[in-house]
């Protein structure tokens, strides 16, 4: 049985992993697994407590992975419905692409199917990139899913090519 590791944001770029995920699965003899992978922002100590009228405190971390447990729940739901099989969900908390590639490699992983925001350079500069993190550092073969694009997208890229050519 092939064992499919699918890391998602909940973002457009982890439906088209999950949809790449969906067809491996109408091929059958394939395990698929959901692997959320929560990141403390930098400028908040993870126990910071939250206050909401009417409601008890909570710790950030609690909001957050209780918040994702729901999304997940959903995305799961969704994934069976339309692909005819459950995938496994599993929720960590650390840097993503290093817990995404250490999970991969715990659980022996064959195939790592990863969704690409496709950010600009500047951008990924910036913020990083997961995708090329995990494609890079992964101990499996990495697929790169990537959301299909609108006309109107590859009007403005062929566009933003020919102005950076003059």
Partial sequence: MMKLLVPIDFSAASEAACTMAGMFARLGSTDIIFLHVWESPAYLAGDTMLHQANEPSQSLINLAMHHAQE??????????????TKPKAILEMGTPWRKICAFSK?????LIIVGSHDRGPVMKLILGSVG?????????????????????????DSDSDS???R
């Avoid at 550092?137 to 006309?151: E, I």
């Fill in 132 to 156: 090329e993190h995990v494609v890079r550092h992964a101990n499996c073969a990495t697929l790169v899913a990537r959301r299909k694009r609108r006309h109107s997208d590859s009007d403005s």
């Fill in 106 to 110: 715990a659980e022996g992983c064959d």
């Fill in 71 to 84: 999304q997940m729940n959903a995305w799961v739901a969704r994934f069976e419905t339309t692909w005819g």
């Fill in 163 to 165: 102005d950076s050519s």
